[in-house]
Structure formats: C-alpha cells, structure tokens
C-alpha cells in the first residue's frame, strides 16, 4: 500500500514506519483536496471505503484499514485505483518537490 501511495506522492501521517499501525493507515491529505470528496468517489465508483480523519485529524487524513479480506492484493490495488482517479478528480497531481502539492 505504502509503496503504491508513495508512487502517487501522498505521504503518511504517521513519519516513522515503527510508529505506525499495520491494520489502519493513515495518510496525510494534501492541500487543496476535497477529503470527503475523495471518500465519496471511492464509494460510489468503487465500493472502497476510505474513512477520513476523526477529532485533531478531521479533514487532514484519510484512513484505510488493511486487514482481513482487504488485506489481499487486489483489495489493495482497488484502495490505489480510488486514490488515483479520485485525486485526478480534482486536478491533484504528484508534488514536483517533497511537500508541495499541485492542482
């Protein structure tokens, strides 16, 4: 999942990977970007749910669990696919430079 996140220039909440939970990931929302705009798409398009952030995160993560039979393969290619079309939804394109988004 990391790896193919990475690809699309989104980066984890949670910097260190000995920090971070195996089964729920979290991943920060670039600037710009409609959070619950990105859920819905992956919902209605996909049937993959992408929960937002809660309390201090609200708005600022996207949260996706990799566990049980989302934990496949192709479940999590699924997650990469609604990332991907979701983010081109918006004009979101991979940061040129670490940190900086572009529309």
Known sequence: ??????????Q???????????????IKVPDRVDCLALCKHAMDTY????AGGLGPSLG???????????ARPMAVEQVL???RH????????????????EL
């Not at 984890?12 to 979290?26: A, E, Q």
């Not at 049937?47 to 992408?50: G, N, P, T």
């Open 47 to 50: 049937a993959v749910e992408i």
């Open 81 to 83: 696919v609604a990332f």
């Open 60 to 70: 600022k993560v996207w949260r996706v669990g990799v566990m049980g039979f989302n």
């Open 86 to 101: 979701g983010l081109a939804q918006q004009g979101w394109k991979k940061p040129a430079a670490a940190g900086k988004s």
């Open 12 to 26: 984890p909440y949670v910097p260190d990977p000995k920090d971070r939970l195996v089964t729920v990931n979290t």
């Open 1 to 10: 999942l990391w790896q193919g996140l990475g690809e699309l220039g989104l």
